[in-house]
């Protein structure tokens, strides 16, 4: 080899053409490196947005499911009765001499605590409930009312009856199936089936009775209105009693009940802020 070649040859594989290759390779690693990277990122980016869709349809899914999700299964007439006949009882009142003044219905909607109507209380001195297959009468108290509404709230302490639920403030619809119990003419726990006939209201729009196809009778005052799902609709109130009128039957609304406690402290404190008149003392006797 001549002289020139073996120079050209060192040349090849001197320090600069190492340097060249080292850097060609470390830009190829680079490459490499960073193509693997982009691939690897691009995957993991991917796999983790289609983890998130997938998440985020499921959790869109559920939430529809939730909010398309149809309300308690409607129940027959005799499945309405078997849940809320235990919360439905007699009410009787009595004079000071602890003889039967009258007799009506109330519901239960909280434990010891049962609702009916003011006027079933009338005169009353003392209360007391009574249900069939019941050995003794239970004593009531008045505890909160609302005499503009007929609606009263009674106590009964350690009384053995489950709360009603009540009905949805709107849901309530003309033409839904209503059941009525009560205690019409002392015959407890008796059951009328109707409709949902109307709404009643004021002037102001404001719902102010139920009315319903399902009879009501005497003693009836103070029972449950139910619906399918066994909630409490409103109270029987009124039955038309007239000889040309027929299934013209009324119940205050149930979402009164939820606002007895309010109006009961505003009455009350209206009534103590009313100023005290003086009695005017008796004339003495007529001069001569």
Same mark, same amino acid.
């Given at each position: 080899?001549?002289?020139?070649?073996?120079?050209?040859?060192?040349?090849?594989?001197?320090?600069?053409?190492?340097?060249?290759?080292?850097?060609?390779?470390?830009?190829?690693?680079?490459? !490499? /490196? $960073? %193509? &693997? =990277? @982009? +691939? #690897? !990122? /691009? $995957? %993991? &980016? =991917? @796999? +983790? #947005?289609a983890r998130f869709a997938r998440l985020a349809a499921f959790t869109a899914a559920t939430a529809f499911t939730a909010l398309a999700a149809p309300p308690a299964a409607a129940m027959s007439p005799a499945e309405v009765f078997a849940q809320v006949a235990p919360s439905v009882w007699r009410v009787q009142t009595l004079d000071a001499d602890g003889l039967l003044l009258g007799q009506g219905s109330a519901v239960v909607v909280a434990p010891g605590q049962l609702v009916t109507n003011c006027h079933v209380l009338a005169r009353a001195r003392k209360v007391q409930l009574r249900r069939e297959g019941s050995a003794a009468a239970v004593p009531a108290r008045l505890v909160l009312w609302d005499v503009q509404r007929d609606l009263?709230?009674?106590?009964?302490?350690?009384?053995?009856?489950?709360?009603?639920?009540?009905?949805?403030?709107?849901?309530?619809?003309?033409?839904?199936?209503?059941?009525?119990?009560?205690?019409?003419k002392g015959l407890d726990l008796t059951m009328s089936a109707g409709l949902v006939s109307s709404f009643r209201r004021n002037e102001a729009g404001q719902l102010v009775l139920v009315q319903t196809s399902a009879a009501i009778s005497g003693g009836s005052s103070g029972g449950g209105l139910f619906n399918e799902q066994g909630e409490l609709l409103g109270l029987t109130t009124i039955a038309s009693v007239s000889g040309d009128a027929q299934n013209l039957n009324f119940a205050i609304p149930a979402d009164w009940i939820r606002d007895l406690p309010r109006r009961h402290t505003a009455a009350r404190a209206a009534e103590a802020a009313k100023p005290v008149v003086p009695a005017v003392p008796a004339a003495s006797g007529a001069s001569r």
């Open positions: 080899m001549t002289r020139p070649a073996r120079q050209a040859e060192r040349s090849a594989c001197g320090p600069a053409a190492v340097q060249a290759v080292q850097t060609t390779l470390a830009k190829s690693t680079m490459s !490499t /490196t $960073f %193509t &693997t =990277f @982009t +691939t #690897f !990122t /691009t $995957f %993991t &980016t =991917f @796999t +983790t #947005f009263c709230q009674l106590e009964a302490q350690g009384l053995p009856a489950p709360a009603v639920a009540l009905a949805p403030k709107v849901g309530a619809a003309v033409g839904q199936p209503a059941y009525a119990i009560g205690h019409p």
